[in-house]
C-alpha cells in the first residue's frame, strides 16, 4: 500500500471505529440530528437547536437498535442538550485533552442522520481562547473547522486523526461557519445540566452600550468606558433598582463593567436572588444601587 | 512528517494521472461538453444528460478526436454509453464501489467549466444508507462539465461517475456497481467483455 492508500484506509477505519460513538437522535420534524455517546450509563449530548420542544426523543444506537430518550437538559447559549437513554449503548469516544488540538490538524466531522455512519473530513481552522455566543454562553475555545456540515451532522463530533473528540459540531451558533463546541465546555455544560436541568444566567433587564466616561472620572477610577443604558425593561431587576435611562453602569458586585462581554460575564457568575451592589454614573455623580439580579428566561421560540 | 506529505502528493499525482488517462471530453453540437470514461476498449461511459444527441465527438486523454454513437441511455440512473473505434484510448481500471466506506478518500476527475482534466480530492460521505438513494455522496466539489467524469479511489480505480452536486459542497455520483448492473441488462456487459478480451 501506498501512503494515500493507507491514508484513506486510516480514514475509513477512524471513521468505522469512531462511528461506534455517534447515535441518531430523531428530536425534530425533519431529517434527524446526530449525537456523542457520552458516559457508559447512557448519557448522549447532542445539539439543542435540533430537538423541537418536547421532553422525549427516539435515538438511533449504532448498533442499529433503537431506544427512547429523555431530554433531561438543555442550554440554547451553547447549543448544548443532554439526553438519558433508556437502554444504554454505543461506546464512549476518548476525548481530547486540553492543548492537543492543533490548527491544521486533519479533522472528520461525524454523523448518523440515518442508519449508517457519514463523514466529511477538513482541517481544524481556528482555535482561540474563551469566547461568548450570540445568545451569551461562555465558550472555553473558539474552535472551527473547514468541514462540510452535511444534513444532519449537528450535534455529532469532529474527531482528530486519533479517533479523539475534539468537539461537538453544530452548524446553528453561528451561521456559516462550521463551529465545534470544544469538549471543556461539553463537559462542564453538561455536567451543570445533568445537575440542574438548566444553565443559570443572570437578567439585569437592560438594553446598554459602552460610552467614553468623564476624564476627571477615569483618573480617579482608572476606568475610561461604563455602559449606556439605552432601555429599560418593565418589571425588570434593573426597573425595581431604579436604574434609568441614560444612566452609565460602572460596577455589578464590585466587578467593573467597561465593555458588553464584562457585564455578560458578571451575570454569568454567582450573583443571582440576593442583593447586589450596581455602581452607576447619574449625572455626573457616582450612587450606587442595589439589584437584585433575576434568571435569564429562556428564550421563547426554538431557533431552527 | 514532511516525507509522508512528500509520499502523499507522489501518489496523489500518480493518481491523479491514471484516473486522466482514461478521461474524455464529450462534445455535442449545440450542447456543450461534458465528461467520460473510458471503461472498456471502445466503450464510453458517461451521463445521460451529457449524451443529449446520437452522435458525439469525443476527445481522448492524447487529445485524439473520435466519433461516437450513443449505444443506450437510461434517464433513471442517468447513464449512457457511447461507441468509438475500440483501438483508441486506454480504458479505467474499475474498482468496486460496494467497498467504498465513509471517510474514504476520493478524487473526481473531469472538465469542470471546461478545464479539461481537472482534479478535485474529498472523502466519502455516506455510500448509499443515506436518504433513499443509492448514489454516492462526496466531500468534494463537482461543478459543470464534471458530469460523466470519473470518481476514483486512492488506488486510482474507477469507483463511480460524476452526476451532480448537492448544494455547493457535496458531489454525487454513480457507483461503478450501479454502472455494472446497467450495463449487463442493458446486454452491453458482454459487449464490454468481449472488446477487453
Known amino acids: 500500500m501506498n501512503a494515500l492508500e493507507q491514508l484513506s484506509d486510516s480514514l475509513a477505519a477512524a471513521v468505522q471505529s469512531a462511528g461506534e460513538g455517534v447515535v441518531r437522535v430523531e428530536g425534530r420534524r425533519r431529517i434527524p440530528s446526530s449525537g456523542i455517546v457520552w458516559s457508559a450509563d447512557g448519557l448522549v449530548v447532542t445539539a439543542h437547536h435540533t430537538i423541537d420542544r418536547r421532553s422525549e426523543v427516539q435515538v438511533g444506537l449504532p448498533d442499529g437498535k433503537a431506544t427512547a430518550a429523555k431530554v433531561i437538559g438543555r442550554d440554547p447559549a451553547t447549543d448544548l442538550a443532554v439526553l438519558r437513554l433508556s437502554t444504554a449503548g454505543g461506546r464512549v469516544l476518548k476525548r481530547i485533552d486540553e492543548g492537543q488540538a492543533k490548527v491544521g490538524h486533519l479533522a472528520l466531522a461525524l454523523g448518523r442522520p440515518g442508519a449508517s455512519i457519514q463523514s466529511t473530513l477538513g482541517v481544524v481552522s481556528a482555535l482561540e481562547g474563551g469566547w461568548r455566543s450570540p445568545l451569551g454562553g461562555h465558550i472555553e475555545h473558539y474552535l472551527q473547522s473547514d468541514v462540510v456540515m452535511y444534513p444532519g451532522f449537528s450535534g455529532g463530533p469532529l474527531i482528530d486523526a486519533w479517533g479523539r473528540v475534539v468537539g461537538m459540531n453544530t452548524s446553528a451558533l453561528l451561521r456559516g461557519i462550521a463551529l465545534a463546541i470544544p469538549v471543556a465546555t461539553i463537559e462542564r455544560v453538561s455536567q451543570a445540566l445533568v445537575e440542574h436541568g438548566r444553565i443559570r444566567r443572570g437578567f439585569l433587564g437592560v438594553g446598554v452600550q459602552p460610552a467614553r466616561l468623564p476624564q476627571p472620572m477615569e483618573d480617579r477610577s482608572g476606568q475610561s468606558t461604563g455602559l449606556l443604558v439605552a432601555s429599560v425593561e418593565g418589571g425588570s431587576p434593573a426597573e425595581r433598582a431604579g436604574v434609568m435611562l441614560g444612566d452609565v453602569l460602572l460596577t455589578l458586585g464590585g466587578e467593573r463593567l467597561a465593555g458588553m462581554e464584562d457585564l455578560l460575564a458578571a451575570l454569568g457568575g454567582d450573583v443571582m436572588d440576593r442583593a447586589t451592589p450596581l455602581e452607576i454614573l447619574r449625572g455626573g455623580t457616582r450612587t450606587t444601587l442595589t439589584v437584585t439580579v433575576g434568571e435569564r428566561p429562556a428564550p421563547s421560540e426554538e431557533e431552527d | ?197
Open chain 2, 1 to 197: 512528517m514532511d516525507d509522508l506529505l512528500e509520499a502523499l502528493s507522489r501518489d496523489t499525482a500518480e493518481v491523479a494521472g491514471r484516473a486522466r488517462a482514461s478521461l474524455v471530453t464529450v462534445l455535442q453540437h449545440g450542447v456543450g461538453a461534458g465528461s467520460g470514461v473510458l471503461w472498456a476498449p471502445g466503450l464510453v461511459v458517461t451521463n445521460a444528460h451529457v449524451a443529449r444527441r446520437s452522435r458525439s465527438v469525443v476527445t481522448l486523454a492524447g487529445g485524439q478526436e473520435a466519433t461516437a454513437r450513443r449505444l443506450g441511455r437510461d434517464f433513471q440512473h442517468d447513464l449512457a454509453v457511447l461507441e468509438i473505434d475500440p483501438a483508441l484510448g486506454s480504458p479505467a481500471a474499475i474498482g468496486d464501489s460496494g467497498e467504498l466506506r465513509p471517510g474514504e478518500w476520493v478524487y473526481a476527475v473531469g472538465n469542470p467549466w471546461g478545464v479539461p482534466g481537472a482534479l478535485t480530492a474529498g472523502v466519502v460521505i455516506a455510500n448509499g444508507g443515506g436518504v433513499g438513494t443509492e448514489l454516492l455522496e462526496l466531500d468534494l466539489h463537482l461543478r459543470p462539465g464534471h458530469s460523466g467524469g470519473a470518481v476514483v479511489n486512492a488506488r486510482g480505480e474507477v469507483v463511480g461517475i460524476n452526476t451532480m452536486m448537492n448544494g455547493p459542497d457535496v458531489g454525487l455520483a454513480i457507483p461503478s456497481a450501479v454502472v455494472r448492473r446497467y450495463l449487463s441488462q442493458a446486454g452491453l456487459g458482454k459487449a464490454a467483455f468481449r472488446r477487453a478480451a
